[in-house]
Each structure stands twice: as structure tokens, then as C-alpha cells.
């Protein structure tokens, strides 16, 4: 018998998940069945998710550090930065823009009563910081103890050990080259642990879907149709034109092709809505189906995974507008501006795990005046949204990848 592809088995079970939820659903709450259902879905949803973080940060640990020390001996390490960390910021930018305009056009929120949601916004204590709170934090949190971030999966402080012990490596030249090649062989075998989780995929993202579809507040998302269309129409429009463009113009991929080789990722982080759980699996993607160097993606992706969040970047943004269109509040150029910048370091800001972005939310909102327990409206449709703004984050960072390796090795042509 022909074996079934892992993309077709991903298939069926987004196809599965989807339709035992509406079942689950339909059944209502007390049904035995729904609730045995449900149980075993969060199970093997969040064993899918355990999987996936035991192997998140020993491979964002040596794929970094690998991928420095081989650039490093390339001598390609500034180009790859300047071009990774400018394609983020580009990437941001249009997102943001993307989502103030759209909001600006369609003007969520309006003719919809703030009182309508007071119960919800008293019980929330949102925990407040300021811009430069916000930024000494986000600082500090670069530099940890590298054994206690390990431990305790905090990825960017991860990353810039990982980032420091790759360029040390190759300062040290020879004299470490037993190192590397330990390194490498470690990121080899954890690579290989990633493709036997992959083949449970199906399964997880079936019993991930099944619990997000079964769980839905029905009614409240019905009265916040239109933000919710506005929101998931511009994430769309992000994700499925302005990326696909520029991963077209630059390197000549067409759209079909590059999902053809993402979707893997793009399934799963709608499914976990956590780009560091997605992390794993995009990496795979990446070296794998889009052809991009280890080198490159194994340096690109792992940063990309906590810094460049188009989805959460527009949605920040987006959501803002809405707050104040709610709260009948008319936002002038200035504060837009504000808006802009704010959400842009709430994005680079928020950990890729789920809901993060409503965290630094409060901060964009805070910036301009706005209530941050407005943040309590929000979250209970955040596990739906979510879903869209993580899937638009990982489908940046391959973007970014396919780029900065088309930018980087053009350079190189050139020189
Ligand atoms: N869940 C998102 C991510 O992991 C972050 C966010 O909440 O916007 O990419």
C-alpha cells in the first residue's frame, strides 16, 4: 500500500479536528462524550505541544551557535545580521501600517458600548508597565545565567549566549574545532528527534483544532464580528500577499511553491499559536522544503521566533484602534505614531508562546491613554486570533530566512 504523505495525514487531521469540534459543540457541555472527547484532546494537544518543547531548546541552543561559528567562518556574519535584523524591522513596519490603516478605514468598535463590557473589565487587574519600564525590562531579559535560562526555556536570553559562545568559537579559531563538531553532531540528533515528533503531528494538530473549535464563545464572537473580520482579513492580506510578494520579488518563489513548502509550520503554529513551539517544525521547513542554508536558518528562524511578530505587531496595533473606537476616543496623528512605535517593541518584545501579545497590549494601550483592562474584552477571543497572528509570525521568519539568504549570498557574488 502506498504510504500516506505527512502533508495529507496534516489534512486530515486539521479536516478531523475541525469537524469533531463542531460535533463536541453541538452535543453541549453536559454530554459525557463531548467532555471524554474534549479530555483526551487537551491530552494528546498537549503532549503534541511537550514534545515539540523538549526539543525547543537544546535545538535553538546549538543551531545558533553552529550557524554563528560556520557564518563566522564565511565571513558573512555582518551581512546576515544587518540583513536579518532589517528585514524584521521592514516586515514590522508594513504590518503596522497594514493594520492602522485597515482600522482607520473600517473603524471597529464603533456604535458598540464600552459599558457593555464593564463586568469583564472589573475583574481584570492588568499589570501595568511603562514604556521605559518596558524597556529596561525587555534589556535585562537579554542577559541570564545561561544554565537558568536553559532551564527555564527563556529563548531570546538563549539565544544571545548561544549568539556570544558561536562568535568566541570562532575567535578561538582551531583550537576549539572539537567543540563545534560536538555541536553540530548534537544539533544533527536533536534534528532527528524533530522529524519523529513531526510524524505525531497529525494527531496533535487534530486534537489542537478539535478543543479550539469546541471551546468557542459563540455569542461574543458574534458581536465583535467586525473587529474580528477586520483583524483576521488584514493578517490574511499580510500573510497571503505583502509576504508572499516579497518572498517573490526577491527570490523568484511563487506563492504555491513557498506554501507548499511552509504549510507544515503554518499548520502548527495556527494549532499551538506559539511560534516557539512552531520553532522546531519551521526550522524543518525551512532547511528542508524552502532550501535555505542550515547556516542561515538555523540563525535567522530561532531570532525570528521572538523578535520579528508581524501578526502581533499588526494586531497590537489594530486592537488599539479598536479600544479607542470603543472607548469613543478619536486617536490624532501623533498618538498613531505612538501607536505605531509601541506596538512594534510590544511585538518584538512578547515571547513566542500563546496570548504573549496581550501582555505587551497593555503597554501600546497605556502609551495613548487607553484603559488597559480593555485588555479583558479581548482575551477570550485571543485563542481564535491568536491562531492567525502566530501563523502570519512563523510565516515572517521563513520569509525573513529565504531572504537574507538570497541577500547575503548575492553580496557574496558581488564582492
Ligand atoms: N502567540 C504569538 C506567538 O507565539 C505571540 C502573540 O501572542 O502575539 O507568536
Partial sequence: MKKISLNTQILFGVLAGITLGLAFSGLGEESAVAQTGLYIAGLVGALFIDLLKM???????????????????????????????????????????LGLTAANLFRPGEGLQFAMFQD????????????????????????QNPFSALARGDILAVV????????????????????????????????????????????????????????QDTA??????????????????????????????????????????????LVTAFATSSSSATLPIT?????????????????????????????TALYEAAAALFVANLAGIELNLMQQMIVFLTAMLGAMGAPGIP?????????????????????AILLPLDRLLDGFRTAVNVEGDMVGSLVVQKWVGSERVNR
Fill in 120 to 143: 469583564a473589565m472589573q475583574g481584570f487587574d492588568a499589570k501595568r508597565m511603562s514604556l521605559p519600564e518596558f524597556f529596561a525590562h525587555f534589556l535585562h531579559s537579554l542577559f
Fill in 355 to 375: 496570548s504573549a501579545g496581550m501582555v505587551t497590549m497593555v503597554m501600546v494601550l497605556q502609551s495613548v491613554g487607553l484603559p488597559a483592562e480593555a485588555v
Fill in 220 to 265: 461574543l464572537l458574534a458581536t465583535l464580528i467586525k473587529f474580528i473580520a477586520v483583524v483576521v482579513g488584514t493578517t490574511l492580506l499580510h500573510g497571503a500577499v505583502v509576504l508572499t510578494l516579497i518572498v517573490y520579488l526577491v527570490t523568484g518563489m511563487t506563492p504555491l511553491k513557498f506554501w507548499r513548502g511552509a504549510r507544515e509550520a
Fill in 283 to 311: 526550522l524543518r521547513c525551512a532547511e528542508q522544503h524552502l532550501h535555505v542554508k542550515r547556516d542561515i536558518a538555523g540563525f535567522v528562524i530561532p531570532l525570528g521566533a521572538t523578535l520579528n511578530m508581524d501578526g
Fill in 55 to 97: 526539543v525547543l531548546i537544546p535545538l535553538v541552543f546549538t543551531s545558533i551557535a553552529v550557524g554563528v561559528a560556520n557564518l563566522r567562518a564565511h565571513r558573512q556574519m555582518h551581512a546576515v545580521w544587518k540583513a536579518t535584523l532589517g528585514f524584521f524591522v521592514f516586515s514590522m513596519v508594513l504590518a503596522i501600517a
Fill in 160 to 215: 544571545v549566549f548561544a549568539l556570544l559562545l558561536g562568535i568566541a568559537l570562532v575567535v578561538g579559531g582551531e583550537r576549539y574545532s572539537n567543540i563545534i563538531v560536538l555541536l553540530r553532531e548534537l544539533l544533527e540528533l536533536v534534528l532527528m528527534l524533530v522529524d519523529w515528533i513531526m510524524r505525531l503531528a497529525p494527531l496533535g494538530i487534530m486534537a489542537l483544532l478539535l478543543q479550539l473549535v469546541a471551546t
